[in-house]
C-alpha cells in the first residue's frame, strides 16, 4: 500500500452517451470536471453502436480540460478509477491498437437469434454459473457475433492477434501503454456482465466459452476492484490507475451502500437498482439478475441483486430529440408540471425491449389510454413515470427474492434533480426516497475504489463518514391510489408483449 500525499483523485466515468472526468477531495467532494458527449450510431433497428476512438480521445481530452479548468497539476492527483458503461463490446488488434469494428452497446439487440439458438428455449441455462439469464444485454453474445460477421476477425483471435474488451478494458490498456506496454485486464464487476464468468470462482468458465466459440486467449485478466493495474503518463507524471467498477457497481460503492440490505437506484440514460447481498450468491426467481457488487483488493467479494432497466433518461431524450416539445431535458418537469396527473396514460418504453424483470428482447413501445382530453403535459408526465413504475417492479421482486426490510430508496444520476420524478417516485414504492449531497456516486465510486488501493482512505467505514442527506421524499399517496396506478401499468406492459 502507498501512503499518500497527494491533494485529489480522478474519476472516469465513460457512460452511454458522455465521458466525464471528475476530481474529488479527500471528503469526497467534487473540484471539477469536464464532460464530452460521443456521437450514437445507429446502423439499423435495434443496433447500437458508438466509435471507441471517438470515446478515448473524448477521455483524454476530459482529463486535460478539467486540469485547466481546476488549475490542478498531474502531480498532485494519487490516483484515478474508471467506471463504465458495462456490457459494450469491443475487439481491437493489439498490434496496432485498432478496433476492428466499432463498439456494440449495452442496448443492441443484434445477437436476438444468437441468444435464442444458445438459449434452446431455456433463457436460464446459464444462470446458476454466471447470475445472468441468456440475453442480447450481455457481452458474451456480442462476441460471438463479432467474431462471427467481421471479416478474418476469428482468424486473427485464434491466432492471438485480437483482445477484447468492454469499456473499462479499453480504456486501461490505453491509457497505460496501448501496443508497447498496455494492462489488458477487467475487474470482477465487469466480467460479471459478459455472461462469460463463474460468480463462485471469479474466473472464465471454459464450457460456456466453447458453447459461444469464444477463444480464452482474446480474454482479459479479471482482477479486484482496486488494485493498481498500471500507470497513465501525464505531462510526465506517472499517475496509478487503481480502480474499476462497472458503473451501477460503482454508484452502489459511492452511495456507501457497504451494508447487507442496502439498496440505490440510478437514474441515467437506463435505470439500475442494485441491493447489496453481502459475501452470499442469490440466485434470482423473479426475474432479477446475480451480479458481483464490488471486491476490494484481497477482501471477499461482495454480490449484488440487480434489476436492469433500459430505457429511463433515454425516454427523456427521445421525447426532446424526436418531437421537439421540449428544447433540454429538464424542461420536461416543468411540462409535466401543468397537469396534475397523466390522464390515464402509460407509455411502455420497450424500445429494445424490455430488462428485469421480464426479459422480453420482442416486446415493443406503446402509448396507451390516449383520449381527446390528453395533451402533450400527460405525455411528459407518463414519460416520468415509467421510470417510477418501473423501479417498482423491480423493488418488489427484490422483496420477493431477499428477505430485506428496508423502508429507504438512496437514489442518485442525472434524473434525480427532478422534484416530479422523485415524489412520484416514493408515492408508488411507499417509502422514503433520499438523494445524497454527491450525486455524482458512480464517478465517486470509482474514485474511492482507486483511492483505496493506494492508502488515499483507510477503510470503508471512513468513506461512510462522507456520505451524506441532501434531500428526502416521503411518500404521500394513498394506497388504494397507489394500487390502482400500478395495475393500469401492469395492464399496459401486458399490451406492449402481444403488439404483433
Known amino acids: 500500500m502507498i501512503i499518500h500525499d497527494k491533494k485529489y483523485i480522478g474519476a472516469i466515468d465513460q457512460g452511454t452517451t458522455s465521458t466525464r472526468f471528475v476530481l474529488f477531495n479527500e471528503k469526497g467532494g467534487i473540484v471539477g470536471f469536464?464532460?464530452?458527449?460521443?456521437?450514437?450510431?445507429?446502423?439499423?433497428?435495434?443496433?447500437?453502436?458508438?466509435?471507441?476512438?471517438?470515446?478515448?480521445?473524448?477521455?483524454?481530452?476530459?482529463?486535460?480540460?478539467?486540469?485547466?479548468?481546476?488549475?490542478?497539476?498531474?502531480?498532485?492527483?494519487?490516483?484515478?478509477?474508471?467506471t463504465n458503461q458495462r456490457e459494450t463490446t469491443i475487439i481491437w488488434d493489439k498490434k496496432t491498437g485498432n478496433p476492428y469494428y466499432n463498439a456494440a452497446v449495452w442496448q443492441d439487440t443484434r445477437t436476438d437469434e444468437i441468444c435464442s439458438s444458445i438459449a434452446d428455449k431455456n433463457?436460464?441455462?446459464?444462470?446458476?454459473?454466471?447470475?445472468?439469464?441468456?440475453?442480447?444485454?450481455?457481452?458474451?453474445?456480442?462476441?460471438?457475433?463479432?467474431?462471427?460477421?467481421?471479416?478474418?476477425?476469428?482468424?486473427?483471435?485464434?491466432?492471438?492477434?485480437?483482445?477484447?474488451?468492454?469499456?473499462?478494458?479499453?480504456?486501461?490498456?490505453?491509457l497505460t501503454g496501448a501496443m508497447r506496454n498496455g494492462s489488458h485486464v477487467t475487474d470482477v464487476t465487469n466480467a460479471s456482465r459478459t455472461m462469460l464468468m463463474d460468480l463462485n470462482s471469479l474466473k472464465w468458465d471454459k464450457g460456456?466459452?466453447?458453447?459461444?466459440?469464444?477463444p480464452e486467449n482474446i480474454l482479459p485478466k479479471i482482477k479486484s476492484s482496486s488494485e493498481i493495474?498500471?500507470?497513465?503518463?501525464?505531462?510526465?507524471?506517472?499517475?496509478?490507475?487503481?480502480?474499476?467498477?462497472?458503473?451501477?457497481?460503482?454508484?452502489?460503492?459511492?452511495?456507501?451502500?457497504?451494508?447487507?440490505?442496502?439498496?440505490?437506484n440510478t437514474y441515467g440514460t437506463g435505470c439500475f437498482l442494485l441491493l447489496n447481498t453481502g459475501n452470499k450468491i442469490v440466485h434470482s426467481k423473479y426475474g432479477?439478475?446475480?451480479?458481483?457488487?464490488?471486491?476490494?483488493?484481497?477482501?471477499p467479494v461482495n454480490y449484488a441483486l440487480e434489476g436492469s432497466i433500459a430505457i429511463a433518461g433515454a425516454l427523456v431524450q427521445w421525447f426532446r430529440?424526436?418531437?421537439?416539445?421540449?428544447?433540454?431535458?429538464?424542461?420536461?418537469?416543468?411540462?409535466?408540471?401543468?397537469?396534475?396527473?397523466?390522464?390515464?396514460?402509460?407509455?411502455?418504453?420497450a424500445f429494445s425491449g424490455l430488462f428485469a424483470p421480464y426479459w422480453k428482447s420482442d416486446a415493443r413501445g406503446l402509448i396507451i389510454g390516449l383520449t381527446h382530453y390528453i395533451n402533450k403535459s400527460h405525455i411528459a408526465r407518463a414519460i416520468l413515470e415509467a421510470t417510477a413504475f418501473q423501479t417498482k417492479e423491480i423493488f418488489d421482486a427484490m422483496k420477493k427474492d431477499f428477505n430485506f426490510s428496508?423502508?429507504?430508496?438512496?437514489?442518485?444520476?442525472?434524473?434525480?434533480?427532478?422534484?416530479?420524478?422523485?415524489?412520484?417516485?416514493?408515492?408508488?414504492?411507499?417509502?422514503?426516497?433520499?438523494?445524497?449531497?454527491?450525486?455524482?456516486?458512480t464517478a465517486l465510486g470509482a474514485?474511492?475504489?482507486?483511492?483505496?488501493?493506494?492508502?488515499?482512505?483507510?477503510?470503508?467505514?471512513?468513506?461512510?463518514?462522507?456520505?451524506?442527506?441532501?434531500?428526502?421524499?416521503?411518500?404521500?399517496?394513498?394506497?388504494?391510489?397507489?394500487?390502482?396506478l400500478y395495475n393500469e401499468w401492469h395492464k399496459a406492459v401486458k399490451r406492449s408483449f402481444e403488439w404483433k
Open 34 to 82: 469536464h464532460q464530452l458527449e460521443h456521437k450514437q450510431i445507429y446502423p439499423k433497428a435495434g443496433w447500437v453502436e458508438h466509435d471507441p476512438i471517438e470515446i478515448l480521445n473524448n477521455t483524454k481530452l476530459t482529463i486535460k480540460e478539467t486540469l485547466k479548468k481546476t488549475n490542478v497539476k498531474p502531480s498532485e492527483i494519487a490516483c484515478i478509477g474508471i
Open 123 to 174: 433463457i436460464n441455462r446459464y444462470r446458476k454459473v454466471t447470475g445472468l439469464p441468456i440475453a442480447t444485454y450481455f457481452s458474451g453474445p456480442k462476441i460471438k457475433w463479432l467474431l462471427d460477421n467481421v471479416k478474418d476477425l476469428r482468424k486473427r483471435a485464434e491466432n492471438g492477434d485480437s483482445i477484447f474488451g468492454n469499456i473499462d478494458t479499453w480504456l486501461i490498456w490505453n
Open 208 to 214: 460456456i466459452l466453447k458453447d459461444l466459440d469464444i
Open 229 to 264: 493495474y498500471g500507470y497513465y503518463e501525464l505531462e510526465g507524471v506517472k499517475i496509478p490507475i487503481s480502480g474499476d467498477l462497472g458503473d451501477q457497481q460503482a454508484a452502489l460503492f459511492g452511495q456507501a451502500c457497504f451494508d447487507i440490505g442496502d439498496v440505490k
Open 288 to 299: 432479477l439478475i446475480t451480479t458481483v457488487a464490488y471486491k476490494i483488493g484481497n477482501d
Open 321 to 349: 430529440d424526436n418531437f421537439g416539445l421540449i428544447k433540454s431535458s429538464k424542461e420536461i418537469e416543468e411540462l409535466a408540471g401543468k397537469v396534475e396527473n397523466n390522464g390515464g396514460i402509460y407509455f411502455v418504453p
Open 406 to 441: 428496508s423502508n429507504v430508496l438512496k437514489v442518485d444520476g442525472g434524473m434525480v434533480v427532478n422534484e416530479i420524478l422523485m415524489q412520484f417516485q416514493a408515492d408508488i414504492l411507499g417509502i422514503n426516497v433520499i438523494r445524497p449531497k454527491v450525486i455524482e456516486t
Open 447 to 484: 474514485a474511492y475504489a482507486a483511492g483505496l488501493a493506494i492508502g488515499f482512505w483507510k477503510d470503508k467505514n471512513e468513506l461512510k463518514k462522507h456520505w451524506g442527506k441532501d434531500k428526502i421524499w416521503e411518500a404521500k399517496m394513498g394506497q388504494k391510489e397507489r394500487e390502482k
